[in-house]
Every structure is written in structure tokens, then in C-alpha cells.
């Protein structure tokens, strides 16, 4: 009799014993699965931050309408900094700025997206005769205050170089009015996270600049960051490699002219655009670079 209540009471641990180590191992089942919920997630920002999100997907342009170029095409790639007065030659005064734009304007000019700009240097086609690109680098506070009203009465896009450590910092753009000029035509690239001369630096701590920059807005801006500007104009033969293998379409220099294709879709000229220039030497140089 003691035997066999022995016996029920061992079969009662037993069946006890497996109860408790299903539930564990349930409870292991679902620890695992959390994991690989947890696991899983930042693959998939991480692609996100590579290839940004389809549903504000940019980069497709439609050029069905555009008309194909004889020869090699050239953009004239306008570079202003801060549009303010100051006492040097990175200040453009407001209404000098506000005089150009509207001489592109009255001159029939169309303001490309830098999406746009890669289709027409790769594909060799343009959406109207007179194209330009404008860009500004460093993103001082008054390309918001300043340029961007008046970019944004004449329905104009423009682009602006962005670099990561300055975000929120004095005279620079805050998150929040990035996020709202890029919602109205004005395209965030990147100008890197340090802005330092990259030609200077190990390939791994260029790659790093390059990376993080693209992450950052892609992440922020819910875009896919396509164009680089190299601080300082300031590039090597591996700058070169590594803008393209960390998925930038273009890079611009600071070298002068017309951007064209054979310059390498990772060395574009630029216009540099300075204080005091008259109009009408502005509409030449625009109108030269613009062949
Ligand atoms: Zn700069």
C-alpha cells in the first residue's frame, strides 16, 4: 500500500515536473520569439535607412515627358552658403539672392530635385531647355528664415547640404525646419556629420562620415539620401570609391563650372555664387554654364 502511494505520488511529481517544464519551456518559446522580433526589427530600419521607405520614394522620376539632349548635357550647379550679410564672400545679401531667383524665374529656368538631376545627366534628357540645381551648404539658419520664402513663393526646389553635427546648433537648421522645408521642395543631402576635409582622413573614418550622414536623414527625413557634398571641396581617389559604395548617387566639389557626366557622377562642378555679382553677370554665367 505505502509502494503504490509512492508510486501515485511520484507519478503526480512527474506530471507535475513536465507541466512546469512545458510552461518553461513556453515561456523560453516566446522569449525566443520576442527575440527574434527584436532581432528583426532593426534589419529592417536598417533597410529602410539603406533604401528608404517606397511609399515617399523620390527617386522615381518621370521623364517619359523629358526630351533627349544631342551631345553631352551640363547643369549649372549654383552653390550659395549663407544667404545674410556678412563681410565675406559666403554671404549672399537677401535681395540679391531674391534678384536671382527671380531672374531664373523670368528666364524660364526649372529647378531640378537632385533625383532629377541624376536622370538628366545619366539619361542624357531634360524636362525643359534651361534647367539648374541650387544648393547650399553648411545649412545656416537663414536658408529657412531667408531663402526658403522665397524659393517657396516661386515654387522653386533647391538643396541643401546638410551637416549632421550642427543640426539644432546656434544659426543652424533645427530637425523640425528641415522637416518641413523638405516637405516643400527643398531636398536635405549630405554635407557629412564633422565636416572635415575627407582627403585627410582613413578610408574608414571617410566611409564613417559618409554612412552615418545617409542614415541620419534617411532615417529623419523618411527619404533615400542620394547626394554628397565633400566639405571644403576636399576629396581623394578613395573619397571617390566610397561615396559610391555607400549608395550616393552624385557628389558635388567645389570645382567651377557646368556639371557634366564625364567630370565622374562623384565630382560635379559648382558655380560658386558671391556678394556684390550684378545680375546681369549672374544671367551669363548661368546662362554659359547652362550649354
Ligand atoms: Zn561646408
Redesign the pocket.
Known sequence: MSINRLIILLLIIMIALSGCSNVESNNSLENESAKNVERKSPVKEMKEDIEGPSKQNKSIVDTSGWFKVRGPVHIPILMYHSISTGNNSLYVPKDQFREQMTWLKDNGYYTLSPEEAYDVLTQGKKPRKKIILVTF??GYLDNFTNAYPILRKYGMKATIFM?GRSIDKQNHLTKQQMKEMSQHGISIES?TIN?LQLSQLPAEQQRNEMVQSKALYNKMLNQNTILLCY??GSYNNETLKLAKETGYKMAVTTEPGAASRDQGLYALHRIRISPGMSIQGFGRIVDNANQ
Request: charged content about 30%; proline content about 14%; overall charge negative.
Open positions: 551648404d553648411d551637416i554635407h565636416h566639405p571644403f
